[in-house]
């Protein structure tokens, strides 16, 4: 209790030198709660839009169907089986059908997925409504990302031409009716949509499906022969990678950003012994124990973390709750991440993360403090009262 | 104290220094600090150690202040040899018995003048209310009632001295080591000092033990031990 008093009478008097230690902490402390709470924010967010906007409650997909391998898609299709298009009759699936083609905008050609989709579904955001309408021509839906490599606006007509199921070309003109904005690349880039009815006509694949998304929340998950079933948390594992891969490059900036707020107090420690040896020597004249003023130094160091604790919560506190509130504009570069990132990420700060880096800091606070301080106890008590640098 | 530790003196006797040799490595040899010293040191003496610079004045008071070991011989201190005495026991024995005072002072710069001699009543973990009533009693005797609020830096040097013997004096020590008190201060500020201290010695029956060279010091003192070249030289009994 002694050594806490001191310690705080000895911070306090040190007045400047104690401040930027502690400022420098408290920011080490506030960039590494926000840079988690981004972290965690953007795959919170992450995976509630992809749930969104891509994979529901979860996906049936068809036997030789693999997203990685656009060859497999010449295979990757079946007929829709009786217990899924009973899903789909009851509003609680809705099967996509998806098909190589390429699309001819402004006359250069780009090979592209076309995905046919219910223009009624309701399983996921996808605007799909927006295909409904006049039949004269194929209504086609294109993400942002699309439309902005391909130059295509809301109404442009383009040529469309793919394979139908026997292997021959056709072609023909598409209208797109509507551009989404969405945060979910997977279901835009480089993809047109268009209603499923007209897509399994134009390849001749009737009642095919490539996969089937499941409305959220379905619990009865019937087995299918020749589909598998895909759940939530395998469809969100390549996010999980990438969020994880991001999380241990944080964790080295945590680390580098802790590292020199620990090398301020270090420094400061190293000095404060250097420079306050006739203080100690007094210390040990007026019947201190040598490792009582290790430990008051120690605690001298240690109380940085406590004092920058208090900073870090006065003006990180208000700080951090503003940028969780109106949410922290990510740079307009990242749409082309292929990353499901939104505009905006609103960071998510865990209890958890705070109290155990609030419990590294003390302890490494600690930890730095008390290494140059083990100084203090071969010091020899006269040649300390002179102020004689050993 | 552990009683093994305790050795026994004759009752009025609080430091005995029994052919005491204390050497220093220097260079390839050693230098001889201190060559046999016996000393005897009864209560209530107001006494100093004089002689010239390098003389060992202050590595004597260093090890009657337990702050040092000799190499050879002894030091008995309120009948604790500092020979059997571990650090941990030897700081016990100084914070409760022994006060010091320095030349320049020492005083704890970011504390107050109310602080500085609070210290070592909080190394004795006396009560808010003890440590307050006998910090002022101390600041009272030295005349600084109306500075516990100052910090050192905006003491003069006499001043600083006058807390310097208040935290020396505040826990009513048996014995006070005083290191060239007044080297520091002028001629005015020195017989306010000394004429402090003298006044304690009466009031308290404390001892004093003066390490020093200045005159005006020996001119207070009641015994004067002179040292050279490690030697105690002289002896001698001032009858005022």
Known sequence: ????????????????????????????????????????????????????????GGEYWHDNYDPYDPLTLDDGHGLLPPELSGLYNDGQAAPVLVTQASVYPEGRMRNIILKGIDPDQKIIKLPSSQMAGDTSVINALIGTRMANATKLNKDDLVAVRWRDENGTFDATEIRIAGIFR????????????????????????????????????????????????????SLLSDIESIIKAKSIGGIVMYIILLSLALLAVFD????????????????????????????????????????????????????????????????????????????????????????????IILITTTIVSFIPSRKIAGMNPTEALRGKVQ | MPVHKSIQMKNTEIISVNSLTKRFPMGLGEFTALNGIDLTITKGEFSGVVGPSGSGKTTLLNIIGLLDNPTDGDAVILGSSSRALSVREAAILRRKHLGFIFQTYNLLPVYTVFENAEFPLLLLKMTAGERKRAVLDALEWVGLSDKVGSKPAQLSGGECQRVAIARAMVKRPEIVLADEPTANLDAENSHHILRTMLKLNEDLKTTFLFATHDDKVISYLKRKITLIDGKVSRDETIIR
């Open chain 1, 1 to 56: 209790m002694l050594a806490f008093k001191l310690a705080i009478k000895n911070l306090i008097g040190a007045g400047l030198r104690t401040w930027l230690n502690v400022f420098v902490l408290s920011l080490a402390l506030v960039m590494i709660v926000f840079q988690s709470g981004i972290i965690h924010g953007w795959d919170v967010q992450a995976r509630i839009d992809t749930t969104e906007w891509a994979i529901g």
């Open chain 1, 182 to 233: 969405t945060n979910v690349p997977e279901i835009d880039n480089n993809q047109i949509w268009i209603p499923l009815d007209r897509l399994r006509k134009i390849t001749g694949l009737e009642d095919n499906a490539t996969y089937v998304i499941l409305k959220q929340g379905i619990t009865s998950i019937p087995t299918v022969p020749g589909w598998i079933f895909k759940d939530r948390d």
């Open chain 1, 268 to 359: 400061t420690q190293v000095l404060s012994i250097f420079r306050r040896e006739k203080e100690i020597g007094t210390y040990i004249a007026l019947g201190m124990t040598r490792w009582q003023v290790v430990r008051l130094f120690t605690v001298e160091g240690a109380m940085h973390s406590v004092l920058s604790i208090f900073a870090a919560a006065i003006w990180g506190t208000p700080l951090l709750f503003l940028v969780a509130k109106y949410g922290f504009a990510m740079p307009k570069a990242t749409e082309g991440y292929g990353l499901t990132i939104a505009e905006k990420i609103f960071p998510v700060y865990a209890l958890g993360t705070i109290i155990v880096m609030t419990l």
